[in-house]
């Protein structure tokens, strides 16, 4: 989002699009490292591809920029191993499989930033969102009445960025809570811009006087309730963070021995206590379970039958006889492919010290410690 936020700012000289082709190409390149990071960025660079469609030069110019930032941090990956590449960037992701498809209500809810609120029947929610484009349409068309002008490219393309990317969050099996962040500055565009037309266009005089007098109250209030909610949300974090979780932390890294091969469906456990590196030859190095059962079993995870490769079950099968230790989530259900051989050597090799951690008793690995 930071990245396409970037190139929007580049590409567009206030309200049209840039006539120049150094900042055309600076956009593409901030649009195609957004796309290295997220394929979601495709969906604005292509509503600035339509808005540049008349004029061929900017739009190739622009292009050449999305494909040169795309392909600098992509290609030494691709080239390097381009068939698990293709299969686990593109093809796993492509036909991803999911147990059940998310409600349509509740992907609205998130969209709608009503995630405060208890979860709203489906036709009240299609009910608010019809409401709040309506009354945006109304705001832009009265702007460009009385302004007596068309609404520029910018607020074309917030307008078509906002709308693609609601279809596309609405149409797959998968949505995740987190994916809202990547809306709502567009939903906060669309707001934004038709008001600040609508007032530009209201007639000179005193309303438009207490309008610049109001600016920099506006503006501070604006400032002041960003800083709130920031403390609000790091206090919310940091207490959620705190208690049960944080000693957990403290215990397991009192029991694991520094260089350790540690086994974990979530590595940002093992990087929290500082063993994510370990010193034991052929210790496994597999950092993303879940990416690891989408590539190797073309996208399927530990929950929708990645159990069934074999190589799933290879890669899991080599961390765990490596490890004298298992830090294992929740939801390790979801990344692990406990098949019954997985489930056999884990069960027979293992015991539990604490809630999620385990250690190896059975046959311990030369150079490492077990406790």
Not at 223 to 234: D, E, G, H, Y
Not at 344 to 361: C, D, K, M, N, P
Request: proline share 6%; aromatic share 10%; glycine share 8%.
């Amino acid at each position: 989002m930071l990245f396409c936020l970037l190139g929007a700012l580049a590409v567009f000289d206030r309200d049209e699009v840039s006539g120049s082709w150094r900042r055309l190409l600076a956009g593409g390149v901030l649009f195609g490292f957004a796309g290295a990071v997220k394929v979601w960025a495709i969906i604005p660079v292509v509503v600035i591809l339509a808005l540049t469609a008349r004029r061929p030069r900017r739009a190739a110019v622009y292009a050449g920029g999305v494909v040169l930032g795309f392909c600098v941090p992509v290609l030494p990956f691709a080239l390097s191993a381009p068939t698990t590449f293709y299969r686990s960037v593109i093809i796993a992701q492509l036909v991803r499989n999911d147990v059940v498809r998310i409600p349509q209500g509740y992907r609205l809810q998130q969209i709608l930033g009503l995630v405060h609120v208890s979860q709203l029947g489906t036709p009240l929610l299609v009910i608010i969102g019809v409401v709040v484009a309506v009354m945006l349409a109304a705001v832009s068309l009265l702007g460009s009445r009385l302004a007596h002008s068309r609404p520029p490219a910018l607020d074309w393309f917030v307008t078509g960025t906002c709308a693609l990317v609601v279809a596309a969050f609405l149409w797959p099996a998968d949505f995740y809570y987190h994916y809202a962040g990547f809306i709502a500055p567009f939903v906060g565009l669309v707001i934004a811009l038709p008001v600040s037309r609508l007032l530009a266009a209201l007639p000179s005089g005193e309303t438009r006087r207490w309008l610049r007098l109001m600016r920099p109250w506006a503006t501070g209030l604006a400032a002041a309730a960003l800083v709130a909610l920031t403390v609000f949300q790091v206090v919310a974090e940091a207490h959620e963070a705190s208690g049960t979780s944080a000693s957990e932390i403290a215990q397991a890294k009192r029991i694991i021995p520094p260089g350790a091969c540690v086994a974990t469906d979530q590595a940002s456990y093992t990087i929290a206590i500082d063993r994510f590196v370990s010193t034991v030859p052929g210790c496994s190095l597999m950092i993303d379970g879940v990416g690891t059962d989408y590539a190797l079993s073309n996208g399927r995870n530990g929950e929708t039958g990645a159990g069934s490769s074999p190589a799933v079950e290879a890669a899991w099968m080599a961390m765990f006889r490596h490890a004298s230790y298992a830090w294992l989530t929740t939801q390790d259900y979801r990344r692990i492919p406990w098949t019954p051989q997985l489930t056999a050597y884990f069960q027979s090799h293992f015991e539990r010290l604490t809630e999620g951690l385990y250690v190896r008793t059975a046959h311990p690995i030369p150079g490492q410690s077990a406790g």
